[in-house]
């Protein structure tokens, strides 16, 4: 079965410090890649999204993501975490044009 | 430009009693996602839309039913509500031509609470 899944419910880091969320998926193929984050009463928000080429792709607000087909892994990083990248990350991919499909999230908490 | 518009953004119901949650989108996109949001459980697909006037369940459907007349609208209707439908509601488009196009542009939320 098609699946996502984000190993880690919740982080913490240190503010400056370096962050990677990580990201496993199960298919067959290469599907979509999405990271999304969502402050707290808020909607998604789209960071950064593969679907071929460059397997290192950057996205907003200085995060990055690479995809390792091996692994069957989209793992996002950030150099160095600010406090406002507290919030709720959510991988998703789209295996089926349209329909995406969650992980269960990663809260980050960001420590002064 | 006002993306996916979704209303109310809170409710509380009694349960059994009905509601209709509304979504629009000005995008002119083909998919259409309905998703539920519990904590822990990252976002379950409800229901979803291809186009207008072809729908289809997702992980979740039971209890909840859906139409899509036009391309703009896809509203949610809880036919008789229950306290485990209490979650909040993310409505979702999408543009079917794949590739960089296929991200979801979610909607703000509706945070339904069923007493």
């Known amino acids: 079965a098609q699946s996502v899944t984000q190993p880690d419910i919740h982080i913490t880091v240190s503010e400056g410090a370096s962050l990677e969320l990580r990201c496993n998926y199960s298919?067959?193929?290469?599907?979509?890649l999405f990271w999304y984050v969502q402050s707290p009463g808020q909607g998604l928000q789209l960071l950064l999204k593969?679907?071929?080429?460059?397997?290192l792709v950057q996205g907003i607000k200085g995060f990055e993501a690479e995809f390792k087909r091996s692994q069957s892994s989209f793992n996002l990083r950030k150099p160095s975490v600010h406090w406002s990248d507290a919030a709720e990350y959510f991988c998703?991919?789209?295996?089926?044009?349209?329909?995406?499909?969650f992980g269960d999230g990663t809260t980050l908490t960001v420590k002064p | 430009n006002a993306g996916v518009t979704q209303t109310p953004k809170f409710q509380v119901l009694k349960t059994g009693q009905s509601m209709t949650l509304q979504c629009a989108q000005d995008?002119?996109?083909?998919?259409m996602s309905w998703y539920r949001q519990d904590p822990g459980m990252g976002l379950r697909l409800i229901h979803y839309?291809?186009?207008?006037?072809?729908?289809d369940q997702g992980e979740v459907p039971n209890g909840y039913n859906v139409s899509r007349s036009t391309t703009e609208d896809f509203p949610l209707r809880l036919l008789s509500a229950a306290p485990s439908q209490t979650s909040v509601y993310f409505c979702?488009?999408?543009?079917?031509?794949?590739?960089?196009?296929?991200?979801?542009?979610f909607g703000q939320g509706t945070r339904l609470t069923v007493v």
């Open positions: 979702a488009s999408s543009n079917p031509s794949g590739g960089l196009n296929t991200e979801a542009f």
């Open positions: 298919y067959g193929a290469t599907p979509y």
């Open positions: 593969y679907f071929s080429g460059d397997t």
């Open positions: 998703a991919v789209v295996f089926n044009a349209g329909k995406s499909t």
């Open positions: 995008m002119n996109h083909e998919y």
């Open positions: 839309s291809v186009g207008a006037g072809i729908t």
